[in-house]
């Protein structure tokens, strides 16, 4: 095949996951331009988290080719993925409990910082010139996202709104091009949906990131995407602009529950 | 972008008890060095094996407090220690120093490579693998082809070093001094480790495995060689204890060593590195106490002091050192 230069930064070409013969995604292709904050909705078990577990390559997809900068990523371990550029965060949080929110966002910054276990133990002063910059830029994203007042506290100490924050400033520091948010509104209150469609749309602007969101608050989505994928069964059911697509007949059908089409 | 967030202040308050906490460290050191001028020479011997049983609670911590890898095989690291070192010294005439590097690397190459396959076990699927290792390693150093080595059932006798340079100590106190010696470097290593990128990724996996591995942390990496690098304390650990026992024998090495070392840990706070000293006291004088308490039923006797301890400190005395630092700092403020 020929190469082809594209403009998009990642591109998810007729992607199929089945577990033990259920099939969760089918056939799903899509394309992400750079810059973008696009929103991933669809009905529970719709398969927009299983998208993202192959994104951030902790499922395997038994058929497609996920590409990213027009390289695949299906040959790339997981432990990769997040040098590559894709960040993400997760739905039912997935912080370090124990350690504190610094150290939390420190191990954010793993993939751009390098040590070894040997240099590491003999605390060598080229490790600690590495740990001083990296601590340097875990507590800039920390005043970024407002959680200096918090830094030093434990992670699971922390009130769910807090945790989903730092959540995200974990995902950011690893300085990603792409980021993932799975369900970031999901448990907060009111004013907290508020000011996350703020930080997302800031988060665009200053760090020249693109987002995929998944997300079930419809007002947060509609606000804030410029496009909108939406998936039922595993499959494409719509995609485009966010008011071309919540006036879809078949998006209208899979979340009223009406007839499958 | 972010660089143009202004640079955010570290927090003082961190100056102040980090001199504290170095001052605390150079008092307990010096406490350490004039010991073994003030007790008898029992004590000694015994106060010498509390640093090896640390050093072996410190390698066991790296693993099981700080990586989250459950082991019940450490007593086979601790005996691979033992017998390479006095294998070294019986047979080649090693200097007895020059058998701890020996020991080390051999039981870092032997864990790394436990390490491997114990990769696909999770939990207690790794206990029991672990513990495997634990009940072969006395049977392997009994076996008759290996005797010219392991000396078999009689096990190997080795001399009691001299203090070199004609130094004017006791045998008990020149090697309490030489242990003391090696467990400050490794627990130096030890503190190095857990709190830099290393220790945060061994961490971090130990929490939650699949954010660890998103966040671009080679698990299978950073577990292997914790496995080793927990192997080697321990070994080193197990050299240190053949040269102060001056003996090692298939039967001190049983299953039940494994068992002190994870009480050790618990009681002195899992995750936390000063308490492998309490627990390496704990496991070498609380014993020997229930025994002076009831001859018949010291078992018992320790068993309930154990429960009474996790009841009293659940955390360890991690918990009891860090509500008392916490407790004086809140009385220097006011």
Request: hydrophobic share 55%.
């Given at each position: 095949m020929p190469a082809r230069a594209s403009t998009s930064l990642l591109s998810v070409r007729d992607v199929a996951v089945s577990f033990?013969?259920?099939?969760?995604?089918?056939?799903?292709?899509?394309?992400?331009?750079?810059?973008?904050?696009?929103?991933?909705?669809?009905?529970?078990g719709a398969g927009k988290t299983t998208l993202f577990n192959c994104l951030s390559r902790l499922y395997t997809p038994s058929s497609g080719d996920i590409l990213f900068d027009d390289s695949s990523i299906l040959a790339r371990p997981p432990h990769q993925i997040a040098e590559l550029g894709i960040g993400r965060t997760f739905q039912n949080l997935a912080l370090f409990r124990n350690l504190s929110v610094l150290d939390n966002i420190n191990i954010g910054g793993h993939c751009r910082s390098r040590s070894d276990y040997l240099s590491d133990a003999l605390h060598l002063p080229w490790t600690r010139r590495a740990e001083t910059s990296l601590d340097l830029r875990s507590r800039r994203i920390v005043s970024y996202l407002g959680l200096d007042g918090v830094i030093e506290r434990r992670v699971g100490e922390l009130p769910f709104g807090t945790q989903k924050r730092v959540e995200l400033a974990r995902a950011l520091a690893s300085s990603p091009r792409l980021l993932l948010l799975d369900e970031p509104a999901c448990g907060l209150n009111h004013e907290e949906v508020e000011a996350l469609s703020a930080i997302i749309r800031q988060?665009?602007?200053?760090?020249?990131?693109?987002?995929?969101?998944?997300?079930?608050?419809?007002?947060?989505?509609?606000?804030?995407?410029d496009r909108v994928i939406a998936l039922n069964f595993g499959r494409k059911i719509a995609e485009g602009v966010p008011s071309l697509v919540q006036q879809d007949a078949q998006v209208i059908s899979a979340y009223l529950g009406m007839q499958r089409t | 972008m972010l660089?143009?967030?202004?640079?955010?202040?570290?927090?003082?308050?961190?100056?102040?008890?980090?001199?504290?906490?170095?001052?605390?460290?150079?008092?307990?050191?010096?406490?350490?060095?004039?010991?073994?001028?003030?007790?008898?020479?029992?004590?000694?011997?015994?106060?010498?094996?509390?640093?090896?049983?640390?050093?072996a609670i410190i390698g066991l911590n790296l693993l099981t407090g700080f990586n989250g890898q459950?082991?019940?095989?450490?007593?086979?690291?601790?005996?691979?220690?033992?017998?390479?070192?006095?294998?070294?010294?019986?047979?080649?005439?090693?200097?007895?120093?020059?058998?701890?590097?020996?020991?080390?690397?051999?039981?870092?190459?032997?864990?790394?490579?436990?390490?491997?396959?114990?990769?696909?076990?999770?939990?207690?699927?790794?206990?029991?693998?672990?513990?495997?290792?634990?009940?072969?390693?006395?049977?392997?150093?009994?076996?008759?082809?290996?005797?010219?080595?392991?000396?078999?059932?009689?096990?190997?006798?080795?001399?009691?070093?001299?203090?070199?340079?004609?130094?004017?100590?006791?045998?008990?106190?020149?090697?309490?001094?030489f242990t003391l010696f090696v467990t400050v470097i490794m627990t130096v290593l030890a503190h190095n480790l857990v709190a830099s990128r290393t220790g945060r990724a061994m961490m971090a996996i130990r929490d939650n495995p699949t954010a660890a591995r998103s966040m671009g942390i080679n698990i299978a990496l950073y577990k292997s060689l914790t496995f080793g690098v927990s192997a080697l304390y321990t070994g080193i650990a197990g050299a240190l204890g053949a040269i102060v026992v001056q003996f090692v024998a298939p039967d001190s090495f049983t299953f039940l060593l494994s068992i002190t070392l994870?009480?050790?840990?618990?009681?002195?706070?899992?995750?936390?590195?000063?308490?492998?000293f309490f627990g390496g006291a704990f496991v070498l004088f609380v014993p020997n106490f229930a025994e002076s308490i009831s001859k018949g039923l010291s078992g018992a006797v320790y068993g309930v002091m154990i429960i009474l301890l996790i009841f009293v400190l659940p955390t360890g005395a991690s918990g009891l050192v860090r509500a008392a630092l916490q407790r004086l700092r809140a009385h220097k403020i006011q």
């Open positions: 033990g013969g259920i099939v969760a995604l089918e056939g799903v292709s899509f394309d992400l331009e750079p810059g973008l904050i696009v929103g991933l909705i669809g009905p529970n988060i665009r602007a200053d760090l020249d990131v693109t987002i995929l969101v998944v997300e079930h608050h419809m007002g947060l989505v509609m606000s804030i995407s | 660089e143009s967030v202004p640079e955010p202040a570290v927090p003082d308050v961190l100056a102040p008890s980090l001199i504290g906490r170095n001052g605390l460290m150079l008092a307990l050191l010096a406490v350490a060095l004039l010991l073994p001028f003030v007790v008898q020479n029992f004590l000694i011997f015994q106060l010498t094996l509390v640093l090896v049983y640390a050093i459950f082991s019940l095989g450490h007593s086979a690291f601790y005996a691979l220690g033992a017998y390479v070192a006095a294998m070294l010294m019986d047979k080649v005439d090693f200097p007895y120093p020059a058998t701890l590097p020996v020991a080390g690397i051999a039981c870092f190459v032997f864990g790394f490579l436990f390490g491997l396959p114990a990769l696909r076990l999770e939990g207690v699927y790794l206990a029991l693998a672990t513990f495997a290792l634990a009940v072969a390693t006395p049977q392997i150093l009994k076996l008759s082809p290996l005797e010219y080595w392991t000396g078999g059932v009689q096990g190997i006798v080795i001399n009691k070093p001299d203090a070199p340079f004609g130094l004017p100590l006791t045998q008990d106190q020149w090697l309490y001094f994870l009480v050790g840990l618990v009681v002195g706070g899992v995750g936390w590195i000063p308490g492998a």
